[in-house]
């Protein structure tokens, strides 16, 4: 379930429906916590109710916990939009600073041997966590600071165990930790998630813009006879596959993301093949010779894909190495979804072996060919250190 913009301003953002999904399921985790939490906070009640000073206030302390619970509960199954307000952490709040001063009431006279589990136990925790995962680290905090303010209070001031302060101080901190912790992972998964709807998206538009445009320009490219017509599809073309599958190329590139992305123009002007590169920023750089046969293989791989293999898309990826037991600092696949072929028993086979092997094979590299009729054909390559002969 996704929820929509909670603002109550009006105006043409809100008409734009924010995915909350993330907190929704969060949220919906913290519920089934906070009836862990008053579960074990009622089964203690119980078993120690005779050493109890006041049991009726226990009783109706506990149950104001478990009717917030019980509602959190319907909320999150109907609206959990009811959850994401701030009023509902400021209750919850309320909620636990309440039990933490009767909690000093109820076990008053008790000996500090006998005594005990607390009436709240961990269940204030999840109004922390709640404003962490709707607000962020300082509203998390600032109900940890009110919810440690209440433990002192109750155990220091209303109960007068004075002697009691290290494990009020030890409940304080836990108190913060969950606020920074729960605020920081939220920050990362919030972070995760766009870069997981981004890439969804794109993805999404590359296939409408290859079934519709893409394909449009393609055919004013083969058909059109006004040359300023073609070479502005071919530039359009080119643009839109750099904006969808990788940025234009700078001086900063090797010169094997460099032949990559040329040998990807290449073949989408001649040939309509989709090439994917993913590769990222953090490749290694390699010798000069190494650089330019790395990318001179890839280039006749992704050649030999548009010519011979009748194929529609083309992936190449990359990968720095840091513990290859052949010292190669680099790895490299190109995998195309094209016919495929019996590497031994064709002219393809031998030429791409040729074209790819000897160049790869005079750096110190080594390749891999994995090919068959109908499968499509995958080219590993290792590189930059010395494969023993």
């Not at 005990?116 to 961990?122: D, E, I, K, T």
């Not at 040329?262 to 989408?268: D, G, I, P, T």
């Amino acid at each position: 379930m996704a929820a929509t913009a909670l603002s109550g301003s009006s105006g043409p953002a809100d008409l734009v429906p924010v995915d909350r999904s993330l907190e929704v399921g969060v949220l919906r985790g913290i519920v089934a916590y906070r009836w862990l939490t008053i579960a074990w906070a009622s089964v203690a009640v119980v078993f120690q109710r005779d050493h109890l000073t006041r049991a009726g206030v226990a009783v109706v302390a506990i149950g104001v916990a478990v009717a917030f619970t019980a509602w959190s509960t319907l909320a999150a199954r109907n609206d959990a939009g009811w959850l994401m307000r701030g009023p509902t952490v400021v209750a919850e709040t309320g909620i636990g600073v309440g039990l933490l001063l009767l909690d000093g009431v109820i076990w008053g006279g008790i000996e500090e041997q006998t005594r005990r589990q607390s009436l709240p136990w961990a269940w204030p925790h999840a109004a922390i966590l709640t404003a962490a995962v709707l607000f962020g680290m300082r509203p998390a905090l600032a109900v940890a600071s009110v919810l440690a303010v209440a433990s002192w209070w109750g155990e220091l001031e209303v109960r007068g165990g004075q002697d009691s302060w290290v494990g009020v101080g030890s409940k304080s901190a836990l108190y913060f930790l969950a606020a920074i912790g729960t605020a920081l992972v939220m920050r990362r998964l919030r972070e995760a998630s766009r870069q997981i709807s981004a890439a969804r998206a794109r993805e999404e538009m590359a296939a409408t813009l290859h079934d519709g445009v893409l394909q449009t320009l393609a055919v004013i490219q083969r058909r059109s006879d006004d040359r300023e017509l073609v070479e502005l599809a071919q530039r359009q073309d080119r643009d839109l596959r750099a904006h969808l599958w990788g940025a234009a190329p700078t001086a900063a590139d090797s010169r094997f993301v460099t032949a990559v992305r040329a040998a990807a123009a290449r073949a989408a002007d001649g040939y309509d093949l989709t090439v994917q590169p993913l590769l990222p920023d953090d490749l290694p750089t390699l010798p000069a010779d190494t650089d330019r046969a790395l990318g001179g293989a890839v280039s006749e791989a992704i050649t030999n894909a548009a010519k011979h293999a009748d194929a529609t898309r083309v992936v190449v990826y990359a990968e720095p190495l840091d513990d290859d037991p052949d010292g190669h600092l680099v790895f490299c696949s190109v995998n195309d979804d094209g016919t495929g072929f019996d590497i031994d028993a064709t002219p393809a086979g031998r030429g791409l072996r040729h074209s790819v092997h000897d160049r790869i094979a005079a750096v110190g590299g080594r390749v891999e060919i994995d090919s068959a009729p109908g499968t499509g054909t995958e080219v590993r390559l290792w590189v930059g250190g010395r494969t023993p002969m």
